[in-house]
């Protein structure tokens, strides 16, 4: 086991202080996903040499290749990925692009656009494996993009079948109900809105958040990044098989109320992250925790992504 604090940044770039790079080296999974599953959640770090970080990023991270992506997608036993736009790259996809284009059809994409984009852009990604669209409304994350310009990608994408992502923070739920619920597709929350895991699973907080999903059946969720959400632990190394104990009852409580609207995905290369960084291969053994019968397991990990990334091998 080792964690390599040193990997080389690319170009000019210099890495962000405290920031962790991801796990090297991580163990096998206990854990056997179902054949076809999908790491839903997933992202690409330049390199920087090649495509370099936006001018406006608000972090810089470590590389993180496809190459290396792919990798750990056959370590971990996955069949497939869906990269989601790091915002470290803002608006600039052509990172996300080219491991899309280097996937031999294995991956999708969400992307992140702007209101000047065209519709021949927003064909030619449709074309190259993007299916959604990121809004980000984490303030520490990302400058404020007005809701008027967000609402009108939304509208525009629609037509493509294409969904929106949303990542949020619970005590910022409230004030943006109005305008997640005016969205005019299939919407996806990221790591269940980021609940406080430290208050109760069925506290009014999260409730709000159960609340959401019931009112609204074309909102699904992630129940992703329990490292990110834990207070308490225990963390996802050394071996522990029981990781992230105070998070698996608020992702248990979404899976099992929800289990046609939820996805799983491992968060590499785990942005962000200044406290610890997760053995992967641990991340993998949570999931029977909070997916608990095979059934569910195949919902999670294959049926459910298949049907949001891959609808055309739905059909017939």
């Not at 210099?14 to 920031?19: C, E, F, L, P, Q």
């Not at 080296?25 to 599953?37: D, E, H, L, T």
């Not at 997933?42 to 090649?50: D, E, I, K, W, Y």
């Not at 972090?59 to 370590?75: G, I, K, V």
Request: charged letters at 25%; hydrophobic letters at 40%; proline letters at 8%.
């Amino acid at each position: 086991m080792s964690q390599d604090n040193n990997k080389p940044v690319s170009g000019d770039f210099t890495k962000t202080a405290g920031w962790l790079d991801w796990y090297t080296g991580p163990s096998k999974p206990r854990f056997q996903v179902p054949a076809g599953a999908v790491d839903a959640h997933c992202h690409v770090f330049g390199p920087g040499a090649a495509f370099p970080y936006a001018p406006e990023r608000k972090y810089t991270p470590c590389d993180a290749s496809r190459e290396q992506l792919f990798a750990l997608r056959d370590h971990l036993g996955f069949d497939r990925n869906v990269v989601v736009q790091a915002t470290c790259h803002g608006a600039d996809n052509r990172a996300l692009l080219d491991a899309l284009a280097n996937s031999n059809g294995r991956a999708r994409g969400v992307a992140t656009v702007r209101r000047s984009i065209s519709d021949t852009e927003l064909q030619a990604m449709h074309d190259a494996g993007v299916r959604g669209v990121r809004f980000n409304f984490v303030k520490r994350l990302v400058d404020f993009t007005p809701k008027d310009e967000l609402l009108e990608i939304a509208s525009r994408i629609a037509k493509w079948g294409w969904h929106v992502v949303i990542y949020f923070e619970a005590v910022d739920l409230p004030e943006l109900w109005d305008f997640f619920t005016a969205l005019p597709t299939t919407v996806v929350v990221d790591h269940m809105g980021r609940p406080d895991t430290s208050k109760p699973v069925d506290g009014p907080e999260f409730e709000l958040f159960l609340k959401f999903m019931r009112q609204h059946p074309n909102v699904w969720s992630k129940v992703s990044c329990p490292e990110r959400l834990s207070v308490t632990g225990p963390k996802a190394l050394n071996g522990e098989q029981n990781a992230y104990t105070d998070v698996s009852p608020f992702a248990r409580r979404v899976v099992e109320e929800f289990p046609d609207r939820v996805l799983w995905g491992t968060d590499w290369p785990h942005p962000n992250l200044k406290d610890h960084m997760p053995d992967d291969g641990l991340l993998v053994d949570f999931i029977p925790h909070i997916a608990t019968t095979a059934e569910r397991q195949q919902q999670l990990l294959v049926s459910n992504p298949l049907r949001l990334y891959w609808p055309e091998e739905q059909k017939g």
